[in-house]
């Protein structure tokens, strides 16, 4: 199968496209390359025949047409996304342009290009969402894919949006879509302003561990390789119009995480004190939902995946890549916003 994945470079479409080329697929990586995109994500399979990268924007519908016609993909799998919370209540219109026109316009794009090859059967338009378009959950109950959405923040607004214009581009114009919803990814290769990069390179520097409110905030933990496999069984198996629920079956507390990583840490290179001593809890950010979590039946029942890695195993893992990669991480050092505390003018 030849796959266009747009968002290659990034953290969740490096994973896609690392394990497609594993598995024997063409890719095509289509990125913007954006402050959050990592062509080094790539090096392990930057030479590779079966890849290709076209650096376009998915808002410029000119260049999609263009990198559609030359490669000619058998499915289009788009992850390309502004994903920060806390960025998008500093700056929500750029989510708006890029989560929604951007998808807009590939829809389109799409649309075009199934239509010129005469309607392939097995075409598929694979769109990769959030499970945060549903809300919020009280201390029970599983988000389902019939869950009412409920977004609160820009950045889930925005996503929620671009889920109903797919829908929508099915329903009336018949393009053969599937889609996904998941959990909150961890693991190597984790730009460094989310949760659990931020702890670890915190952590190993002896600097203050923030922690929002007091930490209470439950998530469902998904191994971003895992991530990658159910992405790849569903565009592989997924029915035509049906969305599938991807989690990690790995709730944790905010603060429970922070600890376990912090006692990794302890045990693969020691410190003077306790990393646990770092913690300091932060002003909370605005609108913070309470708690997530991915009811999985559908995907595990119908296409017969499951999560492989467990909450303690990923994040032994995690921690491991980042000790042996600093390079990686040092290199991001000076992007815009890294460091800083963001998602406080509301």
């Not at 559609?68 to 499915?75: E, G, I, N």
């Not at 931020?198 to 991530?227: F, K, M, S, T």
Request: net charge negative; hydrophobic share 40%; charged share 25%.
């Amino acid at each position: 199968m030849k796959l266009l994945v747009t968002g290659g470079a990034g953290f969740i479409g490096s994973a896609v496209v690392r394990r497609a080329i594993a598995d024997g697929h063409e890719v095509v990586n289509l990125d913007a390359l954006t402050y959050a995109a990592c062509l080094a994500n790539l090096a392990s399979v930057a030479d590779d025949p079966r890849y290709s990268f076209v650096k376009a924007d998915i808002r410029d519908r000119a260049a999609l047409d263009a990198a559609l016609a030359r490669h000619r993909p058998d499915a289009i799998m788009h992850l390309a996304a502004e994903s920060h919370v806390d960025r998008s209540i500093d700056g929500p219109a750029s989510f708006i342009e890029t989560n929604v026109l951007g998808t807009f316009h590939l829809l389109e794009a799409a649309r075009a290009y199934w239509q010129a090859e005469g309607q392939p059967e097995g075409f598929r338009f694979h769109h990769v969402s959030t499970d945060e378009v549903f809300g919020s959950l009280g201390a029970e109950g599983q988000f389902t894919e019939a869950t009412p959405y409920d977004p609160r923040s820009p950045y889930s607004a925005s996503k929620a949006g671009s889920d109903h214009l797919v829908r929508a581009w099915h329903e009336t114009y018949g393009l053969p879509v599937v889609m996904t919803n998941c959990s909150n990814n961890y693991g190597p290769f984790h730009f460094p302003e989310k949760l659990v990069p931020v702890v670890i390179l915190n952590a190993l520097e002896g600097q203050p561990i923030p922690v929002y409110g007091r930490g209470e905030n439950v998530r469902d933990w998904l191994y971003v390789e895992d991530h990658a496999d159910a992405l790849l069984t569903v565009i592989r198996r997924g029915a035509p119009g049906r969305s599938y629920n991807i989690g990690g079956e790995n709730e944790a507390r905010n603060i429970d995480l922070v600890r376990m990583i912090c006692a990794l840490l302890d045990e693969a290179r020691p410190a003077p004190r306790p990393r646990e001593e770092l913690i300091t809890f932060v002003a909370d950010r605005p609108g913070h939902d309470l708690r997530y979590a991915i009811d999985p039946s559908r995907i595990a029942t119908e296409l017969g995946w499951r999560p492989s890695v467990t909450l303690e195993e990923g994040l032994r893992r995690t921690v491991a890549w980042f000790l042996d990669n600093e390079p990686w991480w040092q290199a991001l050092r000076d992007r815009a916003g890294l460091g800083q505390r963001l998602g406080l003018s509301a």
